[in-house]
């Protein structure tokens, strides 16, 4: 199974940016996937994310102005990012729980990450 991230960039402050990331391999469901993001010098946080459901959640930091979603059958995750801010500058990671056959237990997938970049 391989998670490919894509849609970083540079951008200015208050614009807006969409990231994707498509798992691809052998996969018999996926379960909650998600977002995180690591800035330079510091660790990894949480970011958003979406059950099978579709419900989701938010880190504080960008409620109101991300949208996390999924297409089920394209095994993809979405972030949209709207009135994006410097402070958002960060490797952006996926990740996805995902069961590869039936009767097998869920493990954890990671993206390689997409660069966000938001100047002032």
């Known amino acids: 199974v391989q998670l490919q991230a894509s849609g970083g960039g540079l951008v200015q402050a208050g614009e807006s940016l969409r990231l994707s990331c498509a798992a691809s391999g052998n996969i018999f469901t996926i379960n909650a996937m998600a977002w995180y993001r690591q800035a330079p010098g510091k660790q990894r946080d949480f970011v958003a994310t979406i059950t099978s459901s579709g419900t989701t959640n938010y880190a504080e930091s960008v409620k109101g102005r991300f949208t996390v979603s999924r297409d089920n059958a394209k095994n993809t995750v979405y972030l949209q990012m709207n009135k994006l801010k410097p402070e958002d500058t960060a490797v952006y990671y996926c990740?996805?729980?995902?069961?590869?056959?039936?009767?097998?237990?869920?493990?954890?997938?990671w993206g390689k990450g997409t660069l966000v970049t938001v100047s002032s």
């Open positions: 990740h996805f729980r995902i069961m590869v056959s039936p009767g097998d237990y869920y493990r954890d997938y």
